[in-house]
């Protein structure tokens, strides 16, 4: 497969990718209204590209009795090509593709077949099998639609993926690009330098490690490969931090790419934004409230009628809510309420 020439330019040069959340009403049923109000955001805060059906927007999606998998393809797909008629550079579309192989490539058949111009495979449902079979399916995968692999930190269903899988994960013709999440330097370390040792140039690296974001992306990685240092860097951000306060993380990712370097100011602005990734992923209990913590942020700023998730179980941690208003407070220049009060009623239409 050719996968390289279906990706916008602009994805290896590097954007803001938010993960999106996904919409409910009261009684936990899509609400496509805000569906579509949430994906004309994105578009309108700058966003280089949407990931759909990802973690940030449940894996409980593809449930036979939930049945949202392709109705959210299907909607972001339409107003991806809204957007898309008055953007010179298109947005980068991007599926969550889940699943043992069967599932897993029939998930990429309808992301293909959709438009979307590459797949983020997880692994979850593949924790027990060895490193051989992770390899056969993510070349499976990578047969129907451009890969895109994903490190998964451990606390929200991912697993540790030693150097070695990544340094055969890049001799797969269909990986266009890796996303960085295990929220651990040791491991991000070994995805670069997997790649760095490959030789393979175009593997766009993109940081989902929310506790880090400024560090990944200001950080020149350096390798000796064979007597010659080889630098690369992680381009872009595909994050679900990113999916709440997005116009701000658009010129987040402009300030880190224009830096000369990493700066006091900063490292001090990466400070606050991981303190308040801190509050809106309940850092505090294992993570256990990030999906509801970035629902109450986007129902503060009304793109969201409430915090419900899929799981009724699933909610704020014990003293969440206090934290997310503690950033607020503490950090008014990195929210865009301002620009979301602005134009929430021509999204909302």
């Not at 550079?89 to 590459?118: K, M, S």
Request: charge should be negative; proline fraction near 4%; glycine fraction near 10%.
């Amino acid at each position: 497969m050719d996968s390289a020439g279906q990706l916008p330019k602009s994805f290896h040069r590097g954007v803001a990718i938010p993960a999106s959340p996904l919409a409910l009403n009261a009684r936990r049923q899509l609400d496509e209204r805000r569906q579509r109000a949430l994906y004309r955001y994105y578009a309108a805060a700058g966003a280089g590209g949407i990931a759909v059906g990802v973690h940030t927007t449940q894996f409980a999606i593809r449930d036979l009795k939930i049945g949202l998998f392709r109705p959210l393809l299907q909607i972001a797909k339409e107003e991806m090509d809204r957007a898309d008629a008055d953007r010179d550079l298109p947005l980068v579309r991007i599926a969550g593709i889940c699943g043992r192989t069967v599932q897993a490539v029939e998930e990429a058949g309808l992301a293909r077949d959709l438009g979307y111009h590459a797949g983020l495979l997880s692994l979850g449902a593949m924790k027990e099998a060895g490193e051989a079979d992770l390899i056969a399916h993510c070349t499976a995968v990578g047969r129907v639609i451009p890969l895109i692999g994903f490190y998964l930190q451990s606390a929200v269903g991912g697993r540790v993926l030693p150097y070695s899988f990544w340094r055969r994960f890049c001799e797969i013709d269909g990986v266009v690009a890796i996303k960085i999440a295990p929220f651990n330097r040791y491991r991000t370390i070994d995805v670069v330098r997997a790649v760095v040792e490959s030789g393979r140039d175009d593997i766009a690296l993109y940081t989902g490690n929310d506790d880090s974001i400024v560090a990944d992306l200001v950080t020149p990685f350096r390798f000796n490969v064979d007597g010659k240092i080889i630098e690369r860097r992680i381009a872009g951000g595909l994050l679900g931090h990113w999916s709440v306060w997005t116009s701000r993380a658009v010129e987040l990712l402009h300030e880190c790419k224009v830096s000369q370097g990493a700066s006091p100011e900063l490292l001090a602005k990466g400070i606050a934004v991981t303190d308040c990734n801190a509050a809106f992923f309940d850092a505090a209990h294992g993570f256990a409230g990030c999906i509801a913590g970035l629902h109450e942020v986007l129902r503060r700023q009304g793109l969201l009628e409430g915090i419900w998730c899929l799981d009724p179980d699933e909610t704020l941690g014990p003293g969440q809510q206090r934290e997310i208003e503690r950033v607020y407070a503490a950090y008014p220049g990195l929210n865009d309420d301002e620009f979301v009060r602005q134009h929430l009623d021509e999204w909302l239409r």
